[in-house]
């Protein structure tokens, strides 16, 4: 069977790397657009977008899935490397895809980020990200919410308030300086900054067991724009506990602006306690 190609490309080959310093200012700056709960900065870099603009058809990428295996906090002071695969393309009426893989470690060998990616060749509307209510801003678990993870709880993430236009082009342009990607478009940004936003939120409910191995998967159903508020919420599907005493929960979770509009639907995953912090 011959491996699919585009532009020279095949399915299962290297599409290239991104390296990028993560410091203090750039912390800083994710945490105030993202919530002060959001700890990996390094989403903004967008690493199979940018990678695959990179690489195959710069700028008009439309991201509409996404999957992220969150597995450290990239550590202020330390550069991250990320690696990215093609894993499949297509072609659906005429508009290629692909699907990418990257993951992400820091200069010494600490493993950051595992990602995956469904990307349409041509972008199909706007996509703009915002600005966040405040939240604790500090390390918690769920029992410390008033959440315990049972089977049909839910919890409300609060609300997503999108900046104007002027300052979401100021957020743009941190990710364009971060990814090493020039002039991408406003949508370019709006799915990773709400992904970053809702890995804040699962967070600060879940504590370091979610940042040490947590997993949340996004499909994107329709722009954000600036100005819109959006809304966030979960429900508990399944909880689980092992002969360890570790307890298995997931999530489904959805997003919707201020007409009811659904943005994005997922799901999320967490382990209790993380065994990447045992």
Known sequence: MVSPRFRGVAAGDQLGNLEYLIDEALVSEYA?????????????????????AARLCGDGLKVVWRRFEFLRPPIPGRRVQVGAWLKDVGETRGTPWFRVSAFAVDEIGTEILRSEAALLAGDRGGNPDREVHADCGRSTNEAECGFEGRVGESVAFGKLAVPGAKAFDAYQKLCNNLSGTENQSTNAGTGQLLAG??????????????????????AYQAPI??????AADAVV?????????????????RAWNQRNESVALGGASVDIPSPRLL
């Open 197 to 218: 936003w809702l890995e804040g939120r699962l967070a600060w409910h879940f504590g370091d067991d979610f940042r040490w191995g947590g997993r949340l998967s996004l």
């Open 32 to 52: 105030r657009v993202a919530g002060e709960s959001a700890r990996y900065a390094n989403l903004m870099a967008d690493d199979c977008r940018s990678i695959v």
């Open 237 to 253: 599907i399944d909880q689980d506990r092992d002969h360890y005493g570790t307890v298995a929960i997931r999530l489904t979770l």
């Open 225 to 230: 724009a600036p100005g819109d508020m959006i």
